[in-house]
């Protein structure tokens, strides 16, 4: 291999890792903004992570049902709005991304997790559910958005609150609460 066959190889092993590092980045932020969505949610930011023309959707029985899906960066943003409400729809929304697997080819890539999230509702009800997603994602004015989002059901039970003051035992310290 000739130095310059070299440092391309190199250079397009480093463009792979970027693009891999920049998906991450995205997925992270649309996470972080689903965490914290409500009445003073950056709605342009979330609808921004997806190409114009993307598409969000439940698959299979039960997100199918709960979600739909949504053709366009405006049809999602306008979804995601209904969520931005007073009292905010959810009081506690954690969401653990597991699994990664990301494959880029050229300017779109796949990428899938497990979710597994932790909801507690406005009405004081809890739910898990855990999901898998799969997304692709395209180059879009330079930078990586989502261009089809999935999010299918694996499981999801109403339970009881998440957090709780109950004494937390640690080896080599007090009982008291």
């Known amino acids: 291999m000739s130095s310059q066959e070299h440092l391309r190889a190199l250079e397009q092993r480093l463009e792979q890792l970027e693009s891999e590092n920049a998906i991450r ?3 992270n ?3 972080f903004l689903c965490d914290e969505l409500g009445v003073g949610s950056p709605l342009e ?4 992570l997806f190409t ?14 709960s979600f739909g899906g949504y053709h366009g960066r405006e ?3 306008a979804m995601f ?8 729809h959810f009081s506690l929304n954690v969401h653990f ?3 990664e697997l990301i494959r880029v080819s050229g300017d779109i890539a796949d990428a899938s997790w497990v979710m597994l999230q932790t909801s507690t509702f406005a009405s004081g009800a809890s739910h898990l559910n855990s999901a898998r997603l799969m997304v692709r994602f395209a180059q879009e004015q330079g930078q990586w958005r989502m261009a089809h989002f999935q ?9 009881d609150t998440w957090n709780s003051a109950a004494h937390l035992p640690v080896p080599g310290k007090s009982d008291q609460s």
Do not use: D, H
């Open 45 to 48: 930011e979330l609808a921004g």
């Open 52 to 65: 114009a023309q993307a598409i969000w959707e439940g698959k299979g029985a039960k997100y199918q049902n």
């Open 25 to 27: 980045a995205c997925m």
């Open 97 to 99: 991304l597991t699994s």
């Open 151 to 159: 999010t299918e059901n694996l499981f999801s039970r109403p339970v």
């Open 75 to 77: 049809a999602i943003k």
């Open 29 to 31: 932020r649309y996470m």
């Open 81 to 88: 709005a209904t969520y931005m409400i007073e009292p905010a």
